[in-house]
């Protein structure tokens, strides 16, 4: 991320990441309200996400090495994530399944796949050469993958057999005749219709529309990137479109908070410590330092079968990363309240949970945008443009060859600033710190090679300079030929 990217440059950036990488985990919490509307039993839930392999395309997806270390290091359940994962597609792949499925154009690309299909088929067509109808035998071991796609190919293969799962992973096999493997397909008991299996298909997607359809508050944490992967895995690929994108969303998850964004308010107008992660800003809203006396704080307790996030911390699981979002917005608005002093009525003992939500009314739908153009992004509306301090140009003399790395690295001692190159011999630094393009400007003011000015669009945009140039060239031949064409003839 950069501070020159505008809010359609940055999800362009963003877009293609999401595109090439899978969900591995998703974490959803939700809460109880107590009787006295200040206490909440919440519930978190875990889950491990792959990719549906029901469908006519094998589904790639690209694995970071830091990525892999990182959850490694949190404790990350590989085998878990690959064996059990969730099944989940968008409404596109749905769509391209179903039409698979009725045009009976059903093909594999798993090899594993292919392997454990061909045994099974081999075995049953030996036994099915020999059985008489009726006859039974039971397909065992299989897995959850498994179970839907062997009953799909052996009726596809073989008119006379019918399948039916018992239980987990078995299949019973039976040999039937053409008229009796007819009624059974047309019998609404059959585990095998396309309704079905495209339930099975959509897998945590049911889930998904489920959420959208109660329109719930949304809460995340900086949760720019993940509003992407959730329309891009559960409800369609990703727009090229920034705008389509915003209105998708809104239309999806009308109401956003992202604590981030709250926080951020919070530290820059009242007295919030400064905290960089969310399990850091969690144990201060948990801490008693911001109002140690307040009886008004809500109580949250998980439920009981989710109490192993209770007796120990687990950060970046995505349950436990739900939970601590789902707790830090109750907490949020309690303490956002103190801080702005909403009720100043000390009858008002007991304030209700729309009130609550009236606090935090300005950062409903501002999702945080991380070093950029902007400091949110307004699903709900326009994005309000971000004051940053102003940029400063480097003028470059006596030392040819610099590139933007070598500005960065010059410049970096004593600030960060991101480096773009406006020409041969100039650069722009752009800072979201007033103190430190102060302290640039000082600090550079007799430098032998490099000039720093503040930048001034009219002066210094390569594209002014270019206009002004081909202006003054067109002014120039017009006065010309004004001079010659005007000459009297003798």
Not at 204 to 232: R, S, W
Not at 289 to 304: E, G, H, M, Q, T
Not at 467 to 482: D, K, M, P, R, T
Request: glycine share 4%.
């Amino acid at each position: 991320p950069s501070l020159f990217d505008s809010p359609v440059e940055r999800y362009l950036k963003t877009r293609q990441s999401v595109q090439r990488f899978t969900v591995t985990q998703l974490g959803k919490c939700c809460s109880d309200t107590e009787s006295d509307l200040l206490g909440y039993v919440v519930h978190s839930y875990n889950f491990f996400l792959f990719p549906s392999m029901l469908g006519v395309r094998d589904v790639e997806f690209t694995l970071s090495a830091s990525s892999i270390q990182f959850l490694s290091r949190y404790g990350f359940d590989y085998n878990k994530f690959l064996k059990d994962g969730i099944p989940y597609m968008n409404e596109v792949q749905e769509k391209i399944l179903r039409q698979h499925l009725l045009a009976g154009s059903w093909t594999f690309h798993s090899a594993v796949n292919r392997d454990v299909l061909r045994k099974v088929i081999d075995e049953v067509t030996s036994w099915i050469a020999v059985a008489e109808e009726e006859e039974t035998m039971i397909l065992q071991d299989l897995s959850d993958y498994h179970m839907l796609e062997v009953q799909l190919v052996l009726r596809q293969a073989l008119q006379n057999v019918w399948t039916e799962p018992l239980g987990s992973k078995k299949v019973m096999v039976k040999k039937v005749s053409p008229q009796d493997r007819q009624l059974l397909e047309n019998s609404s008991c059959d585990p095998c219709q396309i309704e079905l299996i495209l339930l099975s298909a959509r897998g945590f997607t049911n889930l998904f529309q489920i959420l959208v359809e109660a329109k719930k508050p949304l809460v995340g944490h900086n949760m720019l990137m993940d509003l992407m992967h959730l329309h891009d895995k559960f409800y369609k690929p990703l727009p090229e479109s920034y705008e389509e994108f915003k209105r998708n969303i809104h239309n999806l998850f009308p109401v956003l908070i992202d604590t981030k964004t709250v926080t951020k308010s919070m530290k820059k107008n009242y007295l919030f410590p400064r905290v960089s992660g969310l399990l850091e800003a969690y144990s201060v809203l948990c801490s008693s330092s911001l109002n140690p006396k307040d009886p008004l704080r809500p109580v949250i307790d998980l439920a009981s079968d989710c109490s192993r996030y209770a007796e120990k911390e687990s950060p970046h699981e995505a349950g436990y990363d739900a939970f601590l979002c789902g707790s830090g917005k109750m907490l949020l608005k309690h303490s956002f309240r103190d801080c702005v002093g909403t009720w100043h009525n000390a009858v008002e003992t007991d304030p209700s949970f729309s009130q609550y939500l009236t606090v935090l009314a300005e950062h409903v739908n501002q999702v945080n945008f991380i070093r950029g153009g902007i400091s949110s992004i307004n699903f709900s509306g326009e994005d309000a443009p971000c004051h940053h301090p102003p940029a400063l140009v480097v003028h470059v003399q006596g030392w040819p060859g610099l590139n933007e790395r070598q500005i960065y690295e010059e410049f970096k001692a004593l600030c960060r600033f991101d480096v773009r190159r406006l020409s041969k011999n100039q650069f722009m630094l752009l800072s979201n710190k007033y103190k430190q393009v102060r302290l640039v400007l000082r600090d550079y003011k007799h430098h032998p090679h490099l000039q720093v000015s503040v930048y001034r669009h009219w002066r210094h945009s390569p594209r002014v300079n270019c206009l002004l140039q081909v202006s003054g060239i067109v002014a120039l031949w017009s006065l010309l030929a004004f001079v010659l064409g005007g000459a009297p003839s003798s």
